[in-house]
Each structure stands twice: as structure tokens, then as C-alpha cells.
């Protein structure tokens, strides 16, 4: 398109004029806060795009904290958002008020993608219910129990296999690592497991790992600036024909489980739901169990019992190439814990520096910088600064986990934060990698009991150096740009031990 063309610079100045016109209404909303709030001033329009970092916002974010404090207020285009940093302000909004900042706001991109269904994009009366279930039905089938701690011994075995049919070669990890913490989640969600070469199984893991790239993309950040320009969006049409492409596949799935579905005999969380879904029916009640909040939910967990999980554990191999002396003492803690037994979740008691270890990757990697977005559900007060019902609330997450007044070298990889001076691991308030509050990561007990067997049974396996040709120093540390940051594309050689 040639963008100097006079007639689409009309037709683009026409559709800013109906949009203002349109939106007219977050004028009032950001001159409410901007006179109470500090921070740098917008530009008409654009807001304070031409200041942030559009690949990684948090950076900017963070610099802003340095000269505006812990609450601070930007612009991107029309919205207005309130910046909360640092462990004690994020943990005031959260934590000591989580009722208060227990919503999601309305964001063009996630409203379109989920339309208020789900769990976590989703609002008010829907958000509890799906909540509810959530939670309750994934302990039913073993969260934090033995029988999901099997499933995971069993996986971390066929991955050991994996990786030992690499015979030492170098492979980039990014395919088997999320294989393998896929099935996990999906063995709840469908109550089976996909082969990692199973092409449709593979579909379905490139479709998540797009999405959360594309969703951290300057592209989407514009759309919801600019919902009206959506036509120039290439984001967003990457999102939702991955979208509708995920929910053909799990719409054909809850079809084949409703063919056997039998109330006795449940053997999956999408049988659960299903059987929720036929009570209401018979009792003619029209609620929250139908087929949208179904598909919804299911690609919701199916995408944070992966990507998360998985991106941790690959920050893990590389930060234990990058630190050959730190991997040493793991395994050495291993030898001595449990020998060559199967890593168990009751030998992370006994392991103090592993479990350090473990919690410093989460710590460092900081792969949610910016959290999930908060709304206010009413109007506050939060250190002297009066915010409104509806706010659109940012509480970086990169600020708490790398906080100077919370640990002792935030920009370096030292377990040692967790460790007190008798080698005893110990608990750190500020360590909030699953976020905090009411909408606190729903499967935070299942993602460390997976991150402490994968990760303790590979060190166990296996020794991880770079490929040839690459030294330690050259890994680069620098996390990839998305939604999540996970790092970028290496390889690795898994040497067995």
C-alpha cells in the first residue's frame, strides 16, 4: 500500500475523526485521573506510544517508575492505564486489596478473541463461576496429588527417552519441552496423551506458541489503540484464524466425548463440564455451562498449562549452560538426595538448592513482565492517589521480581536469594511469578510440582552444554519478544550422565 498516497491519508484522517468521536467518552476518564496521577504527558491521539517500547513495554515502564514512583499513569492512544511498581505497591493492590483489582478490563484484542467467556480473560459473575469450577475440577483429577504426580514421572520418562535418542546432538529445545509439559495438561483437559510427533498434537502447540507471541506484537498493541483500524492489523487476523482453528479441534473433541459420556464413569475435565452442562439443561436453567465457555476455558488452560511451564524449564537449560558451576552443585544434591531413584515431589523438602535453584529461574526469567492487565472494581484510594471504578490497571510484575529493595542482585542469576545462611531454602514474600490475588494463576500447584520433576529428573539424566562451536559466554540471555519472554532459540547437548 503506498502510504502516501493522498487518498488514503484522507481516508486514515477520516477514521481518526470517528474514532475520537466514537471514544469520546475515555477523554472524561483520563482527564479524571491524569490530574491526580503523575506521569509523562500524551500527545494527542497517540497518547505516550512515542515514548514506550513497543516490543517490550516493561522496560519502558520501569524507567518511568524511576521518575514518576510506584504509581504512575500512561496513555496508549485513548486509554489511560495506571502503572503500579515495586513489591510493596503491587502487593497493596493485590494482595491487601484483591478484591478491589479483581477485574479484567475491556481491551479490544482479548474482548474479541474470548467475548467475556473463560477463565482468563473473562469478567463479573462469569469469571467467579468459571473460577469456581476451574479449581475444584482440576484438584478432582489430582492437582497436587499423587495420581497427576504419576502422570508427570511417567512424561518425564518418555522424555528422558527423547532426549537420549539425540545421542549427545545438538536440538533446540523449544518442540520437545513444550510436547512434554502438554501432555500433562491435556491429559486432564481430554483425558488422553498425543505422541510428540502426532501432527495434530504438533498443530495445536504451534497454534499456542503463536498466539502468545503475536499477542505481545506492536501489531495487536495498535488494534487496541485503534480498534477502528483494524483492517491494517495483521496481528489480529493471525489470532483469531488460529482461534476459530483451536476451537474446531476442540469443538470436534467434546462432540466425540459427549457420544460416551456416562455421569459414573468421568474421565476428563471436558466430561465434568459436559455433565454441568446437562444438569442446567434438565433443570432449565440457562447459566454459565454452554458450548462458548467450554471451548474457551479449555484453550485458556490448555495455553497456561503449556507455554509457562514449558518456557521456564527451556530458561532453565540455558541458565544452567550459562552457569556450569550451578548445575554441578544441583546434581550434586541429587547424587546425594536421591541417587538414581525416580525424583519423587516429597524429595524437594531434602533439596534445598535445587528448589532454590528452580525458584531463582522463575525470578529471573520474569517471563509475564507487564502480569496480566487488572480493572478496578470500584472506585479507591491507593497511596494518596484516587483511581475509578474500571481503571485499567498494570502491576508489573518485572518491578516485583527484580525489586532492589526486595533482593540482593536483581539482574543476576544467584539462587542464592533462597537459600538463608544455614543452606535451609527459605520463602521470599516478593517472589510472585505466578501473580497474586484473586486472579492468581489457577494451576500454580500443578506447574510446581511439573517444574521440580522435569527439572530435577533431567538434571539427573543428563549434563546440558552448549552446542559445539559455542561457548558459555556466547549464550544470549536476552528473552525473545511476546506475550511471554521466553528466551531465544538455542540448542543444547544433552550428555548423558
Known amino acids: 500500500m503506498d502510504w502516501l498516497h493522498p487518498i488514503t491519508i484522507f481516508f486514515l484522517i477520516t477514521l481518526i475523526i470517528l474514532l475520537v468521536l466514537k471514544m469520546g467518552h475515555f477523554w472524561n476518564y483520563s482527564s479524571q485521573i491524569t490530574v491526580l496521577l503523575p506521569g509523562p504527558k500524551p500527545l494527542p491521539i497517540l497518547g505516550n506510544l512515542h515514548i514506550i517500547d513497543q ?10 517508575s524511576k521518575v514518576y514512583g510506584p504509581v504512575f499513569s500512561i496513555q496508549m492512544g485513548f486509554q489511560k492505564m495506571v502503572v503500579l511498581t515495586g513489591y510493596e505497591m503491587v502487593k497493596e493492590a493485590l494482595v491487601n486489596q484483591a478484591d478491589a483489582f479483581a477485574e479484567r478490563p475491556i481491551i479490544p484484542m482479548f474482548e474479541e478473541f474470548s467475548n467475556g467467556f473463560g477463565l482468563t480473560l473473562s469478567h463479573g459473575k462469569n469469571w ?29 520418562s518418555i522424555l528422558t527417552k527423547k532426549l537420549e535418542s539425540y545421542k549427545g546432538k545438538p536440538l533446540e529445545t523449544t518442540t520437545v519441552m513444550n510436547a512434554a509439559v502438554a501432555s500433562i495438561i491435556v491429559s486432564i483437559l481430554l483425558g488422553r496423551r498425543y505422541e510428540y510427533e502426532d501432527p495434530i498434537f504438533r498443530r495445536l502447540l504451534e497454534l499456542i506458541n503463536q498466539n502468545v507471541r503475536v499477542f505481545g506484537s506492536p501489531s495487536v498493541l495498535y488494534y487496541n489503540m485503534f480498534p477502528a483500524l483494524c483492517f491494517l492489523s495483521g496481528g489480529r487476523k493471525i489470532l483469531l484464524d488460529n482461534r476459530e482453528e483451536l476451537f474446531a479441534f476442540i469443538n470436534a ?127 479507591i484510594t491507593l ?70 520433576l522435569f527439572f530435577t529428573t533431567l538434571m539427573q539424566k543428563f549434563t546440558f552444554q552448549p552446542a559445539p562451536g559455542t561457548s558459555r559466554e556466547d549464550l544470549d540471555l536476552t528473552p525473545a519478544v511476546g506475550f511471554t519472554t521466553p528466551p531465544m532459540p538455542f540448542d543444547v547437548c544433552a550428555l548423558p550422565r
Not at 513495554?57 to 518511568?64: D, F, G, S, V
Not at 489430582?142 to 497427576?148: A, C, D, E, L
Not at 540455558?318 to 550451578?326: A, N
Not at 518491578?399 to 529493595?405: A, C, E
Request: proline share 5%.
Open 383 to 452: 497511596k494518596g492517589y484516587f483511581i475509578p471504578k474500571g481503571s485499567h490497571i498494570i502491576t508489573l510484575l518485572s518491578s516485583v521480581l527484580h525489586d532492589d529493595s526486595q533482593w540482593k542482585k536483581p539482574l543476576r542469576f544467584y539462587p542464592e536469594h533462597f537459600i538463608d545462611p544455614e543452606g535451609n531454602f527459605i520463602k521470599r514474600d516478593a517472589f510472585m511469578p505466578f501473580s497474586a490475588g484473586r486472579r492468581q494463576c489457577a494451576g500454580e500447584t500443578l506447574a510446581k510440582m511439573e517444574l521440580f
Open 128 to 156: 467467579k463461576v468459571m473460577q469456581r469450577f476451574t479449581l475444584s475440577t482440576l484438584r478432582d483429577y489430582g492437582m497436587g496429588k499423587r495420581s497427576i504426580e504419576d502422570k508427570i514421572v511417567e512424561e518425564c
Open 55 to 64: 516490543e517490550r513495554p516493561h522496560r519502558t515502564m520501569l524507567k518511568l
Open 253 to 379: 473433541t467434546f462432540i466425540e466425548h459427549l457420544k460416551e459420556l456416562d455421569e459414573n464413569d468421568q474421565r476428563s475435565f471436558i466430561d465434568t463440564f459436559l455433565i454441568r452442562q446437562q444438569e442446567e439443561k434438565s433443570n432449565n436453567i440457562n447459566g454459565y455451562f454452554h458450548n462458548e465457555n467450554l471451548k474457551t476455558l479449555v484453550a485458556n488452560l490448555f495455553a497456561a498449562g503449556m507455554e509457562t511451564t514449558s518456557t521456564t524449564l527451556r530458561w532453565a537449560l540455558l541458565l544452567m549452560m550459562k552457569h556450569p558451576e550451578i548445575q554441578c552443585k544441583v546434581q550434586e544434591e541429587i547424587a546425594v538426595t536421591i541417587g538414581s531413584a525416580q525424583p519423587r515431589a516429597e524429595h524437594r523438602k531434602k533439596m534445598p538448592y535445587t528448589d532454590a535453584v528452580i525458584h531463582e529461574v522463575q525470578r529471573y526469567a520474569n517471563i509475564i513482565p507487564t502480569n496480566l492487565p487488572h480493572a478496578t472494581t470500584k472506585d
